[in-house]
DNA sequence: GGACATAGTGTTATATTATAACGTATCGAT
DNA sequence: ATCGATACGTTATAATATAACACTATGTCC
């Protein structure tokens, strides 16, 4: 399977996002199969809405985004929430809890907590996979059983530097 | 000044928080008086609920006892986020963005982020001051500026291990 | 010490985010 | 075909947070 290495920083560079998408949707695909769980219409279509950008997204857009298309069908926010807590379930997701939002995973499967750079301009974010360890290592020598960690770091990303803020 | 060093897992051991609580309520009575800052009533009262524990309280638990103790005055929302505001800007305590809370800071006036261990059993949380600077150095090696980070870390503490879950 | 500007408070209303509860539909195994 | 389990659809409501505006207290300039 080639290409699957995905940079941390590609939030933040031009790059193929048509193949980039079809990439990750094709192996949210794989993963649930190999599960046997179950990718639902409405998780797909959870999913592909937050693939469509690496932006963070509110329950609430992706929502609106859900009954933009058809005009038909009305669909409440319990139908998103059920989505969401499916993919951050399965690792196809994050949530960014400085946001209240969620965004696609690039490295999807992966349970281990992330680490994002959250762009205060652009809004776009990097997961990176440092292996926080200095602070894993702290939390063991007190004896703490660490679940999940949450890092998020807020900032101006180095594109919206150049644009002189 | 005696007595001023706090190491970080204070929350979950037994301590004087009695003193605790005095040393603290003054530290941000001298702080706020070298800014020429004004903690006022509702100010200090919001502090001194998120004082009397280690324990990270919503808003409106706040808000909650605000209210309980005089049974007349009853004091709505925007009062209690106002002095949030005002307390995390000065560094007097820290929102803890997992849980839509807000705690006491034990280093008054130290701008820069903290990291959080949180218990999930016992709810209290450690304020470590690492220096997470593996992530500092990746976030900058992308040019990357970072304003602010939230680190939280969600396990069980050593206490609520024994008592065997 | 009165006039002003500013910062803080009080109040009402409302926005935003998230979940409870319950009935219906779909799927997969037998 | 039936059954049990999982997911969906729907209504209502809970929990968290802020907008907007009038009023009050504080500091300061003269």
Redesign the interface.
């Known amino acids: 399977m080639s290409g699957k290495q995905r940079h ?2 590609i939030a ?1 560079r031009k790059h193929d996002h048509r193949r980039c998408q079809r990439q990750l949707l094709s192996a949210a695909t794989h993963l649930c199969a190999e599960r046997k769980l179950r990718l639902t219409l409405r998780r797909r279509q959870v999913l592909e809405i937050l693939l469509a950008s690496h932006q963070p997204m509110g329950a609430y857009d992706i929502l609106a985004e859900l009954n933009r298309s058809d005009d038909k069908e009305r669909v409440a926010p319990p139908i998103v929430y059920r989505a969401l807590e499916f993919l951050l379930g399965e690792g196809l997701i994050h949530r960014i ?2 946001r209240n939002a969620f965004i696609s995973c690039i490295h999807p499967g992966h349970h281990r907590g992330a ?1 994002f ?1 959250i ?2 301009d652009c809004d776009r974010v ?1 997961e ?1 996979e ?1 292996n ?5 290592a ?2 063991d020598s ?17 594109e919206c ?1 150049k644009h002189d803020r």
């Not at 926080?132 to 894993?136: F, K, M």
């Not at 007190?142 to 180095?158: P, W």
């Open positions: 941390p920083e933040f809890e400085s680490q750079l762009c205060r990097a990176l440092s926080d360890s200095g602070l894993l702290e939390a007190l004896g703490f059983a660490v679940d999940h960690s949450v890092v998020e770091i807020t900032g101006v990303c180095a530097q």
